[in-house]
């Protein structure tokens, strides 16, 4: 297995050569997601990955994580990223539909793809701030201040909706819940960009995925075909959980305490940075 390291320098190398060829472009029907993580992106693979005419990919080689700081300086990265590297891996698959419920996909690949014209379909996958914010410091992913939130969180120096001021007098939770509300607010606006250029996008809540209808509705919308064996698999997957990096023998998580002070002084540290009169805290 490739570490990180590895994995990003193989990247720069593949974006470097690339730029003296012709880019294979793909043909499948393109689905992407914008979420955070710890809301369910698994799942949401697992269930579209047993479909007999997709594709379904959580966090599949080539990935978004491994340059997700350096788009962040350079944001034209993301577009080389695209072109010469996840665009023409994804042409070899042999499947019509491609899903990758990445959630790192809307934290500086969105622009680029957009940009590319690339002819995709977007997921809106949504769940309660407060559960991703508590999920995310259970697992020890705190933006900019651990191993995993840098690896594939924000740091608030990246904010695009909602900074912070003094992010370092918050707590982790705080951190996390913040982080919750950035990728809330990039939903909305990314969601409305893509609408604006004519491109189909759906939402769905994770909570409801286990609910009979739910995922085939999801399906409908993205007009992706549906066969008696894709139904058979739905029942038997839609219940399953995926992804809760558990240890064997781990200590019982603590919740922090307050949640509702911390929450309420979280808030009242953000700072909007753009006009959209959506955002509200």
């Not at 966090?59 to 300086?73: G, I, K, N, S, Y």
């Not at 707590?171 to 607010?185: F, I, N, P, T």
């Not at 893509?194 to 409801?208: F, S, T, Y």
């Not at 139904?231 to 219940?239: G, K, N, S």
Request: aromatic share 8%.
């Amino acid at each position: 297995m490739k570490s990180h390291h590895l994995r990003r320098a193989s990247y720069l190398l593949r974006i470097a050569a690339g730029r003296f060829g012709r880019p294979e472009v793909p043909r499948q029907h393109l689905v992407f997601t914008l979420t955070d993580g710890r809301s369910g992106s698994g799942r949401l693979a697992h269930l579209f990955d047993g479909l007999e005419a997709v594709t379904g990919a959580h966090e599949p080689e080539p990935r978004f994580d491994a340059l997700l700081r350096d788009v962040q300086r350079r944001p034209g990265l993301a577009r080389d990223f695209l072109r010469f590297v996840k665009l023409p891996a994804i042409a070899t698959l042999d499947k019509p539909v491609y899903v990758e419920t990445s959630h790192v996909f809307g934290k500086g690949f969105f622009d680029a793809a957009l940009d590319l014209g690339l002819p995709m379909s977007l997921i809106v996958l949504r769940r309660d701030l407060r559960k991703i914010a508590l999920s995310l410091l259970r697992i020890g992913a705190v933006p900019g201040r651990t191993r995993l939130g840098e690896r594939f969180l924000l740091r608030p120096e990246d904010a695009l909706c909602i900074g912070l001021s003094e992010p370092a007098r918050l707590s982790d939770y705080q951190l996390c819940y913040w982080h919750a509300h950035e990728m809330q607010a990039r939903q909305e606006l990314y969601a409305a960009r893509a609408r604006a250029a004519g491109l189909r996008v759906v939402e769905v809540e994770n909570d409801a995925l286990g609910e009979p209808g739910v995922f085939e509705t999801l399906l409908a919308e993205l007009d992706i075909p549906v066969s008696d064996a894709d139904r058979a698999w739905i029942e038997t997957a839609r219940d399953v959980r995926v992804n809760e990096k558990r240890a064997p023998g781990e200590a019982p998580f603590r919740e922090p305490e307050r949640l509702d002070e911390q929450e309420e002084q979280a808030r009242r540290a953000f700072v909007p940075m753009t006009p959209d009169p959506a955002l509200s805290f």
